[in-house]
């Protein structure tokens, strides 16, 4: 069983950046295994696609809205997972999630509040 815990949101004004991490703890499971996401929430909507990395690291994934202002990284000895968010906009105002995927089984957090005033 694999747990996710979030933290690093908060309140930001547009234009500002911030990073989330991701930390993965319970187990037994092996990090590199897992391909790490990052999914949001806005009130209302969906949730949607942000972005994904490989186990190595080596192949991100983004999603339109976000691609050249977000980036997801991760410290496999940490086995934890970034996501680094530059010039935020209003609109990326959303219920921050971590997924978990390996095979067909799929892991979430519980999701940190992210907001960004104009």
């Known amino acids: 069983q694999v747990q996710l815990g979030e933290s690093g949101g908060g309140l930001v004004q547009a234009g500002d950046s911030l990073r989330l991490s991701c930390a993965a703890t319970g187990g037994p499971f092996t990090f590199t295994n897992l391909r790490m996401g990052w999914f949001r929430q806005a009130p209302g909507k969906e949730r949607v696609f942000v972005g994904s990395?490989?186990?190595?690291?080596?192949?991100?994934r983004y999603g339109d809205s976000v691609n050249g202002r977000f980036t997801i990284s991760r410290d496999n000895a940490k086995n934890t997972v970034y996501l680094q968010m530059n010039s935020l906009k209003p609109e990326d105002t959303a219920v921050y999630y971590c997924n978990a995927a390996y095979q067909s089984l799929n892991y979430w957090g519980q999701g940190t509040q992210v907001t960004v005033s104009s």
């Open positions: 990395i490989s186990g190595s690291g080596g192949n991100t």
